[in-house]
């Protein structure tokens, strides 16, 4: 299902969108490694799909499961 919301996605914005798909704790141990791919995603542009800044901010700071 999710992938089929985000091909029209894409078709609506005129661009591809790269999907990563990780475990919330995959995630975590990630950030706290300082992983070079996830310092650019959260520094860049983002689209939310579901949620929003805050709420991933809250995540990255290990205020928010």
Not at 30 to 59: C, M, P, Q, T, W
């Amino acid at each position: 299902k999710l992938h089929r919301y985000i091909f029209e996605l894409e078709e609506k914005i005129g661009r591809e969108i790269n999907t990563v798909h990780m475990t919330l704790g995959e995630f975590k141990d990630k950030i706290k490694g300082k992983n070079a791919f996830l310092k650019r995603v959260l520094s860049g542009e983002k689209i939310f799909i579901k949620g929003d800044e805050d709420a991933l901010s809250g995540i990255v700071k290990g205020r928010q499961d």
